[in-house]
């Protein structure tokens, strides 16, 4: 019997602005998963959030992509949004793009993460969730984990992990995807995952065609052909026995680098890893945050969680992520804060455009400005002379 790990997410509306899941909402979304839990259609859940999105972690035996377990979510996620429209939250039902559900949430505006594994005997797993970032934000922590030996000493060590990993990158512009070996298209890799908005690691395998890892990719703002909100991501990540430690899965994650996201989707800024607690962006909505969450899956049961990032070894990194948040908001609108026109979420560049349009000119064209002398500058001039 398969194990299927399904990790679902989704934007129904935030208390004050952007930055958190209302816990009447969790509730709500609980309630169902507990229903569906009796009835036998998942065998367990839990419910979280980072920032404002609201996670649904389940686990059952139906495999990937399941119309049972995606109409189960879609229902807990609209159980949860109809509390949000009566307290009258921020966005509410923001993700909720179709009335109607069509049995796959995929494209629909929730994203889902979704592995089905043959369970070992003890199945260490880690959820990691991302707000006011996109699901690029994981292409160089994967990269570190699964081919970096600098950061995995098993890619050295571990006569099990040696053979290296198979990444499978998507081009999410063109909806398709190429498999490339690690360590032999090291490069071939980098060549494309160093562009994170186009070139999105979605799955990992072991070389024996088990699979490690698994991120939601999905671009919102081009399904609904118009920005309804970043396509914060999720992931599943095995750990330990011939996969990465738990350790070295989360050992990326002490640099803090630069994702798109925050304020607006419309900024570079570091990724920060902390515990749930404080999964609450607030500062410029942000900046962007990272959870990582630790359970044994058993019998298609969840042991845990434990909140991985609740450790004061992760300190210096949260206060890198400050010092670089202070030193990027310093540039204001300018790039590379603000992101390529290309990237940004919001724009009124469109706009400005048309109203100048008469205005451009040849450079050489280009008259010196005549400007009005004020009286009061003339007056100051007379008073000189
Ligand atoms: C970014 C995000 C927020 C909002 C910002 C403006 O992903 O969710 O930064 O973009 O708070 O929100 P609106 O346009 O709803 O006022
Ligand atoms: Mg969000």
């Known amino acids: 019997q398969k194990t299927t790990i399904s990790v679902i997410k989704a934007d129904i509306g935030s208390l004050a602005g952007h ?54 979510a879609w229902e807990a996620f609209k159980k949860a949004a109809e509390v949000a429209k009566e307290l009258g939250l921020y966005a509410a039902g923001q993700d909720l793009l179709s009335d109607a559900f069509s049995g796959n949430v995929r494209g629909l505006g929730p994203a889902a993460a979704e592995m089905e594994i043959e369970e070992r005997p003890s199945e260490p797993i880690v959820i990691f969730a991302a707000d006011k970032t996109e699901p690029g934000a994981f292409n160089l922590p994967l990269y570190k984990i699964f081919a970096d030996p600098f950061n995995t000493a098993g890619l050295v060590i571990d006569p099990r992990l040696h053979d290296g990993f198979v990444f499978e990158v998507v081009d999410v512009f063109e909806d398709k995807g190429v498999h490339l070996n690690t360590p032999e298209e090291l490069y071939d890799l980098l060549a494309l995952i160093g562009t994170p908005s186009r070139y999105v690691i979605r799955r990992v395998f072991r070389k024996d065609g088990k699979i490690a890892a698994v991120v939601s990719v999905e671009r919102l703002n081009l399904i609904a052909g118009k920005y309804v909100g970043k396509d914060d991501p999720v992931m599943i990540v095995r750990a330990q026995s011939g996969f990465p430690a738990v350790g070295e899965v989360l050992e990326p994650f002490t640099f803090p680098h630069l994702v798109a996201g925050w304020m607006r989707g419309s900024h570079n800024g570091p990724l920060m890893p902390v515990p749930v607690r404080d999964a609450r962006p607030t500062r410029f909505d942000g900046p962007p945050r990272v959870i990582a969450l630790g359970f044994q899956v058993k019998n298609a049961k969840l042991v845990g969680p434990s909140d991985l990032f609740d450790d004061p070894a992760f300190d210096e990194a949260r206060r890198t992520a400050n010092k670089v948040a202070d ?16 990237e940004m979420e919001y724009t009124t560049l469109p706009q400005v455009l048309e109203r100048l349009k008469d205005r451009f000119k040849p450079v050489k064209d280009l008259p010196v400005p005549k400007v009005k002398h004020s009286e009061m500058l003339s007056g100051a001039e007379e008073a000189h002379d």
């Open 19 to 72: 930055h958190t899941v209302h816990p009447d909402c969790m509730a709500a979304a609980s309630r169902v998963l507990a229903e569906a839990k009796k009835n036998g259609v998942i065998n367990d859940f839990y419910v979280t959030h980072v920032g404002d999105d609201l996670i649904l972690i389940m686990t059952h035996t139906k495999g990937v992509d399941h119309p049972d377990v995606h109409g189960l």
């Open 327 to 342: 030193y990027i908001r310093r540039h204001g609108p300018f790039m590379p804060h603000r992101l390529d026109p290309s």
